[in-house]
Structures are given as C-alpha cells and as structure tokens.
C-alpha cells in the first residue's frame, strides 16, 4: 500500500507546473520532474512487474535539446536521472565505501533509509582496504525492509569497487567472506575484483555510483591525504629557497614560478593557521605579513577575509564578556595594525555589534568616572575610541 502511494505522490510531482517552464529540457527544473517520473517507474517495476521505461525514454527522444552534447531528451534522461536512481543495492554500497573513510556506525540514515549494522569486518595493507559486512535497510516512505551484505575493495586514489545484494544464507556470505579475506591476504587484486564481479553481478558498483555528497566526502579524504604531503613538499621549497625569492624580487628579476607558486601558498597557508587559532599569536602574525609584504607576494585575499574576520569576532566576544580587559583591546587594535599591509576587506557587522554592547554597557559609566580624574577610565575611553576607530564605529 506505502510502494502504491508512493508511486501516486511522484505521478503527481512529475506534473509540477514549473517543471515544463523551462529553456531547455536538460535544466534543473525539467530533470527534476524527469526523476520524480523515474521514481514512479522505479516503484511500477517493482509492484506490477512491468517496466514502462524504454517506451517513456522513446518518447523522451521526440524532444530535442538546445544543448548539443545531450542532443534530445532520452540523453538527457540517461546522463542525469538515471544515474541518481536510488535502490537498496545502492544504498548499501553507499554505506560500505563510507564505512572505509569514517567509521561504520551502528545507525545511520542514508537519503530515506534508515541503516543498522549486523556485520562488519576491515582489514588493510598500505593502501589496500577492503570492507565486508551485513547491514539491514529499512525505507522510511515505501516501509520496504531488507537485509543486504556488502563488500567493497579500495586500491588507492579514487579506485574503489563493490557491491550489495539481498543476503540469502550465512553459508553465502562466509563463503563470500573468507574468499576476498584469503585474496586479500595475498594482496591478489585481480582475484578480489573477478571475486567481487561474481557475487554482485548488475549491483557491481564504483565510485561514480556513489551518491553526490558521498562522492564527495570521499574525494576530499583522499585530497585531505594529498594535500598533507604538498605542504610537506611546499614548506620545504619555503624554508630553503625563501630568501632567495626574496632577494630576487628586491632586485626586480622575476622568480621561476615554479619556486615563487609553493612559498606562496605556505605563507598565505600560515596566516590563515594563525588567524584562526582560538590563542591567535600576534607575533607570529607580525612575521608572516612581514614576509608577505617583503617578499611583495600578493595575499589570499578571499581566504584572508574571512579568517580575519572570524579571528576579529571571536575576540569580541570575549571582549564583550570582559569589557574591562585592556589586554584583548590591545590585542584587537595590534592584529589590525598589523595586518593592514595586506589591505584586506573585513567582514565586521558582528564586530561592530559587540562593539556597540560594549559601548552600552559601560561607556557612559567610564566617561562619568575618567572626568573625575581616574587614570584607568581615561585610559579604557582612549583604547575603546581606537579600537572604534579601526571598527568604523563612533559611541559617543
């Protein structure tokens, strides 16, 4: 009853009025009543047996695209809604190529599924991992349940592949088990993939079937990996060839990019690690805007921006609880001192807030008590009116 009402909401959806206003049928709008269409089928094939699909892609063909490489709407409708099709196989894979990148929890929930583990084994040699495991799915919508094994290898980068499919036996998982287990002792790689294809057949799966957000998460841990040994690679070119970059621009010959391009991105690299440490070092800072404007590299202005400004904000706050605290005034005023070399656009509405909280609770009391002679109110009146004036903000 849930598959049948399912199918109904997304016959409906296809029709959304919105979705047939459009400037070419592979945009946003038209390719997301295409996948609520692709939804009812999906659902069609699975209650009555029957698949309506390559008739509903023939007639697609009838509407041609603007856009040359997708040329009508069955191309269209191959290259963007049935690549987002989701299926409990899926849903399974999805969760096992994860499972090698974070942990595997117990619960958790995938699009509109929710996942609890029953089984889980990994093992891993250099870059070889493989995961194997059970994993019962349960539909939030349809109410459909089943229990999936899985198993997925990775060979290192992007190269991962696996599968899920209904679990049947205990006797097939092990079998299936101790098969990549054994392989994978002996670093067999072709025999673990020729093992794979045979267990999972059309649910034999890659990162490209992963899902978008997964897709991503696991190419930003590999980058992650990536980019720890660049810097390591980057900070050595800086520390050894630094000063001669820097003499070489004081002369106005022209650095090699290839030397000019790592020092670069470690010095923007540092001040953005500086700017964001909650015990943020001003003198630290002090030295790498010195080398930054020394060595007339020009900054990440983008990234800069933006830590800056947290940085700022995060001791306003503070500031805003200790009001009386000279020592983080001081060290606001001194970080835009320092940092003006870099000629940097703040965020600083945040800023100016607290700022302007300060000034309400405590600036008319000060000014009532420094015009009485107390050394401490006259001094907070001048460092509160400087630090105003690097704000953009006035209280008076």
């Known amino acids: 009853?849930?598959?049948?009402?399912?199918?109904?909401?997304?016959?409906?959806?296809?029709?959304?009025?919105?979705?047939?206003?459009?400037?070419?049928?592979?945009?946003?709008?038209?390719?997301?009543?295409?996948?609520?269409?692709?939804?009812?089928?999906?659902?069609?094939?699975?209650?009555?047996?029957?698949?309506?699909?390559p008739e509903f892609i023939n007639r697609l063909k009838k509407a041609p695209s603007n856009v040359s490489e997708y040329e009508d709407g069955g191309e269209v409708y191959r290259t963007f809604v049935q690549t987002s099709v989701v299926d409990l196989s899926r849903v399974g894979f999805h969760y096992a190529l994860s499972s090698l990148i974070e942990d595997s929890p117990e619960t958790i929930k995938i699009k509109n599924y929710t996942l609890n583990n029953e089984a889980y084994t990994k093992?891993?040699?250099?870059?070889?991992?493989?995961?194997?495991?059970?994993?019962?799915?349960?539909?939030?919508?349809?109410?459909?349940?089943?229990t999936l094994m899985f198993?997925?290898?990775?060979?290192?980068?992007?190269?991962?592949?696996?599968?899920?499919?209904?679990?049947?036996?205990?006797?097939?998982?092990?079998?299936?088990?101790?098969?990549?287990?054994?392989?994978?002792?002996?670093?067999?790689?072709?025999?673990?993939?020729?093992?794979?294809?045979?267990?999972?057949?059309?649910?034999?799966?890659?990162?490209w079937d992963l899902f978008r957000d997964g897709q991503?998460?696991?190419?930003?841990?590999?980058l992650n990996t990536t980019l720890i040994d660049l810097e390591s690679a980057f900070r050595h070119i800086y520390n050894q060839f630094y000063p001669l970059l820097h003499a070489?621009?004081?002369?106005?010959?022209?650095?090699?990019?290839?030397?000019?391009?790592?020092?670069?991105?470690?010095?923007?690299l540092d001040l953005k690690k500086v700017l964001s440490d909650d015990n943020l070092d001003t003198q630290r800072l002090e030295v790498l805007v010195e080398e930054m404007a020394?060595?007339?590299?020009?900054?990440?202005?983008?990234?800069l921006n933006f830590t800056a400004s947290i940085a700022i904000t995060k001791i306003m706050q503070r500031l805003l609880e200790n009001p009386d605290d000279f020592v983080l005034m001081e060290k606001i005023a001194t970080i835009f001192r320092l940092l003006s070399p870099l000629s940097l656009n703040?965020?600083?509405?945040?800023?100016?807030?607290?700022?302007?909280?300060?000034?309400?609770?405590?600036?008319?009391?000060?000014?009532?008590?420094?015009?009485s002679?107390?050394?401490?109110?006259?001094?907070?009146?001048?460092?509160?009116?400087?630090?105003?004036?690097?704000?953009?903000?006035?209280?008076?």
Request: contains cysteine; hydrophobic residues 40%; charged residues 25%.
């Open 1 to 53: 009853m849930l598959k049948l009402l399912e199918i109904q909401r997304n016959g409906m959806l296809m029709y959304t009025s919105c979705g047939w206003f459009f400037d070419d049928i592979s945009g946003i709008e038209s390719v997301q009543v295409l996948r609520y269409a692709c939804r009812a089928i999906q659902l069609v094939r699975e209650v009555a047996g029957f698949d309506p699909e």
């Open 294 to 303: 020394g060595g007339k590299f020009v900054p990440d202005t983008e990234t």
């Open 216 to 222: 991503r998460k696991v190419l930003y841990a590999i």
């Open 373 to 396: 002679g107390d050394a401490l109110a006259k001094q907070w009146m001048v460092r509160f009116d400087q630090l105003g004036g690097y704000l953009g903000v006035k209280f008076s």
């Open 248 to 268: 070489m621009k004081e002369m106005q010959i022209p650095p090699p990019k290839v030397l000019e391009d790592p020092v670069w991105y470690i010095i923007n």
């Open 123 to 146: 093992t891993e040699g250099g870059e070889l991992k493989l995961a194997i495991g059970k994993v019962f799915l349960y539909s939030d919508i349809t109410g459909e349940e089943n």
């Open 151 to 207: 198993a997925v290898l990775h060979i290192g980068n992007h190269n991962f592949m696996g599968g899920a499919a209904e679990f049947s036996e205990e006797q097939a998982y092990f079998a299936m088990r101790g098969e990549l287990l054994e392989a994978f002792s002996k670093s067999d790689i072709p025999r673990m993939i020729l093992s794979l294809e045979n267990h999972y057949g059309k649910s034999f799966y890659s990162l």
């Open 346 to 371: 703040y965020n600083l509405w945040e800023s100016q807030n607290r700022y302007f909280l300060i000034g309400r609770k405590r600036f008319a009391s000060k000014q009532t008590i420094s015009r």
